[in-house]
């Protein structure tokens, strides 16, 4: 059975979900790129040499202005993609983090946007349904005592 040869790749990446409470109600950092249209989650490569959480850190700074402090892993998203002809095997650790400092303030050359969100409507917000649930999660997290 003939067919196209895909070349593979294994991509590791990190991000954050980062919380900060606002009069008694929980909000997240989003990130929007594609000109607002998509919304999301920061996150980025793991660099050799950097552990998962470092990256994780990094990435929320470098495209936020945040600076966050990580309260536990959160889940890990796995999915493949197409870019030319490499199928990428794509891992995403993500850390349910508390802000800690900073000001909102997007990384122009790789994010259009980062807002608060209430962490109840950012459920809806969130461009992927893999990230919905991972915000859904973080939900239920913060209001069981």
Known sequence: MGGIQWKTRKEHSSGGVVLSVKEGLPFVALIATRNRTRWGLPKGAVNSGETSEAAALREVREETGLEARIIRPLDTIEYRFRAGDTMIQKRVDFYLM????????????????VQWFELSTSVQRASFDSERKLLAAALLSVSSP
């Open 98 to 113: 508390e802000y800690v400092a900073g000001e909102l303030e997007p990384q122009l050359s790789e994010v259009d946007d």
